[in-house]
């Protein structure tokens, strides 16, 4: 391989840890932003990089037993979140599962954004970015935050007792302050909820 901008590209890639994700954007200093997507490709069809999804690449990370490692689904969407300075925050069947709030696999990953909507293919799983209103992605706790998206999901008429249950508990967890303002910003039936994690409330 001589001095093309796919040497630069790889050389720059290969300073970077094993699994590390990496976009065109990454590279406009050895090329403009075509010449540096047609390289990436070029790379990835020869086998030197891996295409992770549409536009995102990575030297994968070799393992004994599993031979070469895919990069996880959560670093793929800290890379994005972190290029587009986004902000982002699960939601649906997605918020439920990570809760514990459901057995059931989500056949895909939803998050609300205020960045740039989106779809791209994470090996077999959608993954796929909502546009949203800042009121959504308001919230401070992460557990908190979750749980509202988690119970809008349910839907007030569906929910049962255990699962109240366990989203009071989970509640518990969260930083106080954080739990006081998040419960301003949810519906009433969910504050109501959010409420009885706390020791003393007023709805």
Not at 72 to 87: L, T
Not at 109 to 133: E, N
């Amino acid at each position: 391989m001589d001095y093309t901008i796919e040497y630069k590209i790889f050389k720059k890639m290969k300073q970077n840890r094993r699994g590390k994700i990496f976009f065109a954007n990454d590279f406009v200093t050895l090329g403009n932003y075509k010449a540096c997507s047609k390289a990436l490709e070029r790379l990835a069809k020869q086998g030197n990089i891996m295409r992770v999804s549409r536009g995102i690449y990575a030297i994968p990370q070799k393992n004994e037993l599993f031979g070469t490692l895919t990069p996880s689904f959560d670093s793929v969407v800290a890379a994005i979140v972190k290029r587009d300075k986004a902000k982002i925050i699960p939601t649906g069947l997605f918020a439920e599962n990570i809760l514990g709030l459901s057995t059931q696999v989500p056949m895909k990953a939803v998050y609300l954004t205020d960045g740039t909507p989106r779809k791209l293919m994470i090996g077999k799983i959608p993954l796929i970015f909502k546009k949203t209103t800042p009121k959504n992605l308001a919230t401070k706790g992460k557990i908190s935050g979750l749980a509202i998206q988690a119970l809008k999901s349910i839907r007030k008429d569906r929910i049962t007792g255990d699962e109240i249950d366990k989203v009071v508990n989970l509640l518990k967890k969260e930083n106080p302050q954080h739990l006081a303002h998040d419960i301003k910003l949810a519906p009433i039936w969910i504050k109501e909820i959010m409420c009885k994690a706390q020791t003393d409330y007023e709805i």
